[in-house]
């Protein structure tokens, strides 16, 4: 099983960041999926899940902000981040549950 | 939302002692509940699942129960490479929830 995210970055306030992760080694397409984020120095905090009939669910701190999406096709999962605030900023992880991406960070800050 | 109390917040720990890290449940989730352990600059990796379930490849010296809404995760002989920051995680309902970590220190 291998998770690997990309897209991250530095970006303004208010912009918008679109980050990728690309899944191999297992069916991606029966597995539902998370998005869990760790802002520096800080704990685990649960952000989206898609189900494997995507299905979405979001914590409140991003909820009509945040659009988790997945393409079965391309074995992909997305995470869509508009209007980015500062306290967004912090390393990404796809997960199944059992198995984690190696995270990607996400730096807003003007 | 259902909150994870997490304690201790740390601890420090000889290779001869059993280390206990206990997270309590402000409701029931029905052993919807998993363990990680974090070492610095490394990604979570799955202990226990569902409450008491070994991870593959995870050693027999991690084990977990329940005792009511509040879960443990014993560590017996703890080994040097045990020390990091260990979560728990509820899946019983969203929003999915986190306890607030345990930093453990194995001298």
């Known amino acids: 099983v291998q998770l690997v995210e990309s897209g991250g970055g530095l970006v303004q306030p208010g912009k918008s960041l679109k980050l990728s992760c690309s899944a191999s080694g297992f069916t991606f397409s029966s597995y539902g999926m998370h998005w869990i984020r760790q802002a520096p120095g800080k704990g685990l905090d649960w952000v989206a899940y898609?189900?494997?009939?995507?299905?979405?669910v979001y914590a409140d701190a991003v909820k009509g902000r945040f659009t988790i999406s997945r393409d079965n096709a391309k074995n992909t999962l997305y995470l869509q981040l508009n209007s980015l605030k500062s306290e967004d900023t912090a390393i990404y992880y796809c997960a199944t549950g059992a198995h984690w991406g190696q995270g990607v960070m996400v730096t807003v800050s003007s | 939302d259902i909150q994870m109390t997490q304690s201790p917040a740390s601890l420090s720990a000889s290779l001869e002692e059993i280390v206990t890290i206990t997270c309590k449940a402000s409701?029931?989730?029905?052993?919807?509940l998993s363990w990680y352990q974090q070492k610095p600059g490394k990604s979570p990796q799955l202990l226990i699942y569902?409450?008491?379930s070994l991870a593959d490849g995870v050693p027999s010296r991690f084990s977990g129960s329940r005792s009511g809404t509040q879960y443990s995760l014993k560590i017996s002989r703890p080994q040097v490479d045990d020390s990091g920051i260990y979560y728990c995680?509820?899946?019983?309902?969203?929003?999915?929830?986190f306890g607030s970590g345990t930093k453990l220190e194995i001298k």
């Open positions: 995680l509820q899946s019983y309902s969203t929003p999915f929830t």
């Open positions: 898609i189900s494997s009939s995507s299905g979405t």
């Open positions: 409701q029931g989730i029905d052993d919807y």
């Open positions: 569902d409450a008491t």
